[in-house]
């Protein structure tokens, strides 16, 4: 099974990432973008094949280690 | 209209991100886990209100900045 792990940085919170991109197309010419926000993925391949129990899992993960949940949510989603 | 556009690396080239990753979930004993890949996301909100228009123009900010065709792919979703 395959789990997909999307973090993202919390309204609120200044993503400098995200503004220099946005800089970088505003210097290319790229009109009509209003806001860019920069988030990680992270797909994990699970032996488990119990949706259950992998989401249970997959969400310690992100708890624990994946996601620093003081500046960032994390979405999950199995394939 | 807001796109997502996920980046990754293409199948074959190494992750060391991934790698880390993985190294970490088995120290802190995650059993089950038998790949990691890490790829970034970027979130564009749009002023844009024609699905087709924005589809043509994301492609080509992916094309021309935001991914490195070399070693990643990207797939983009309309929200």
């Known amino acids: 099974m395959t789990a997909i792990v999307n973090i993202f940085l919390k309204e609120g919170v200044l993503d400098p990432q995200g503004k220099a991109i946005h800089h970088a197309l505003d210097a290319m010419n790229f009109e009509g973008v209003q806001d860019v926000r920069m988030g990680k993925q992270i797909v994990l391949?699970?032996?488990?094949?119990?949706?259950?129990?992998?989401?249970?899992?997959?969400?310690?993960?992100?708890?624990?280690?994946?996601?620093?949940?003081?500046?960032?949510?994390?979405k999950i989603e199995l394939l």
């Not at 391949?45 to 996601?67: C, G, H, P, W, Y």
């Open 45 to 74: 391949k699970l032996t488990s094949t119990n949706r259950d129990e992998a989401i249970k899992e997959v969400t310690q993960m992100a708890e624990e280690i994946l996601a620093n949940t003081v500046i960032e949510d994390y």
